[in-house]
C-alpha cells in the first residue's frame, strides 16, 4: 500500500463537508470551480447497503443518496458559504426529487461531519426559513454522515469530461452557469 506524502507544516488545514442536492454531476460541477475547493467526490451516502453501486443506489432500494464530498480549505471559504450556495443551487423545499430526477437517492440532505457542521446547518435553514427566502417550508435533512462510498470511477469530473452529453448540455451547464453569476466572488481566480 502506497504511503501517503507528509504533510508540509505549512499545508492548510482542510475539512469536509458532504451534501445531497440531487444528480451529484450537478451539484460536483457547481461546488468545483469554488476558491478554497481543493476536490469534489461523487458518492453515495446514508444508506444501507455495504457496498453500493449507480444502479443499485438508482433503484431507490439501498437509502442511499447521490451526494458530494467537498474537500475545501475554511482559510478561503466557510462552511456557511459553502451552505449558502448549496442552497441557492438546488430546490431543498422538494422532497426526495431535483427536477426530474425522483427518489430518495435524490433528497435534500446536509450530512455533517461533526457537532459544528450541524449547528451551522440547521441555524442556515432557521434563517432562511424566518426570512420566507422560499415560498414552501423547506425539507433538507440534517444528519451525521454515515456509510459514505465514492461513486464509480466514470462519475468523478463527469460535466468536465462529458459537456456535450445531453444531461449536462441541458441541465448541468445552465445550472453552473447560473450558480457561477451568482457567487462570482466565490469563484477561483482564472489563470
Known amino acids: 500500500m502506497p ?9 492548510p488545514a482542510l475539512a469536509e ?16 470551480p469554488l476558491r478554497g475547493v481543493v476536490s469534489v467526490e461523487s458518492g453515495y451516502s446514508n444508506g444501507h ?18 451526494v458530494i464530498r467537498v474537500r475545501f480549505d475554511p ?3 466557510s462552511y456557511r458559504q459553502l451552505l449558502a ?17 425522483v427518489g430518495t437517492q435524490y433528497r435534500s440532505a446536509v450530512f455533517t461531519h461533526d457537532s459544528q457542521q450541524a449547528l451551522e ?6 434563517e432562511l426559513n424566518a426570512t420566507a427566502v422560499y415560498t414552501q417550508p423547506i425539507v433538507t435533512e440534517v444528519t451525521p454522515v454515515a456509510n459514505y462510498h465514492p ?7 463527469y460535466f468536465a469530461q462529458h459537456p456535450h452529453q445531453g444531461y449536462c448540455a441541458f441541465v448541468v451547464a445552465p445550472k453552473v452557469a447560473k450558480a457561477q453569476q451568482a457567487f462570482a466572488d466565490l469563484l477561483k481566480a482564472s489563470s
Open 3 to 11: 504511503s501517503s506524502p507528509p504533510v508540509s507544516p505549512h499545508a
Open 17 to 32: 463537508a458532504t451534501f445531497a442536492g440531487g444528480c451529484f454531476w450537478c451539484t460536483e460541477a457547481v461546488f468545483l
Open 49 to 66: 447497503d455495504p457496498v453500493p453501486t449507480y444502479e443499485a443506489v438508482c433503484s431507490g432500494e439501498t437509502g442511499h443518496a447521490e
Open 75 to 77: 482559510a478561503q471559504i
Open 85 to 101: 450556495v448549496f442552497f441557492a443551487t438546488h430546490d431543498p423545499t422538494s422532497l426526495n426529487r431535483q427536477g426530474n430526477d
Open 121 to 126: 446547518a440547521r441555524a442556515f435553514i432557521e
Open 151 to 157: 461513486a464509480e470511477a466514470y462519475h468523478q469530473d
